[in-house]
């Protein structure tokens, strides 16, 4: 049994190369995307894509952001922290052990998605149904850049 760090690498590994499988410029997503940083309620979303319609004012005003949210245990799922949903689509990522016990158990958001991990796959289990985006399109394409600009330093 691996622990839950290594589970949360995993997951993680899977999802990235499921955003952007193939290195794509024209992919827009980033980790650690945190709004509101320095208040009291600063929330971080652990990935977050970006797909515009096209490259037009109205396009990319009219694009969707998709918010995944890492979850690697029962107890990670418990936790009151990375409920982060703030996309039009938004999901959790989980071994599909914990989707099975947590569907088992009805515990999952109506709205939100699953994508489970299983024999060195990730797969859709449960489609998200469009939320409310509670940021403004500016606001979120600046933190997701500001995001991605971090980990190009690295």
């Known amino acids: 049994?691996?622990?839950?760090?290594?589970?949360?690498?995993?997951?993680?590994n899977f999802l990235e190369k499921h955003l952007d499988p193939h290195n794509d410029p024209r992919i827009y997503w980033a980790r650690e995307v945190t709004f509101d940083y320095g208040t009291d309620h600063a929330v971080r979303v652990d990935y977050m894509l970006f797909k515009p319609v096209d490259n037009s004012v109205a396009g990319i005003e009219k694009g969707d952001f998709y918010c995944y949210e890492v979850k690697s245990s029962i107890e990670d799922f418990k936790s009151p922290h990375g409920h982060n949903f703030i996309g039009d689509y938004n999901y959790y990522v989980m071994p599909e052990e914990v989707y099975n016990n947590l569907s088992k158990n009805n515990a999952l958001p109506y709205k939100v998605g699953v994508y489970a991990y299983s024999n060195n796959s990730l797969v859709c289990v449960k489609k998200a149904k469009r939320s409310l985006q509670t940021k403004a399109v500016t606001?979120?394409?600046?933190?997701?850049?500001?995001?991605s600009n971090r980990d190009k330093k690295r």
């Open 139 to 147: 606001e979120m394409l600046l933190m997701m850049f500001r995001s």
């Open 1 to 12: 049994m691996i622990d839950r760090k290594e589970t949360t690498k995993i997951l993680s």
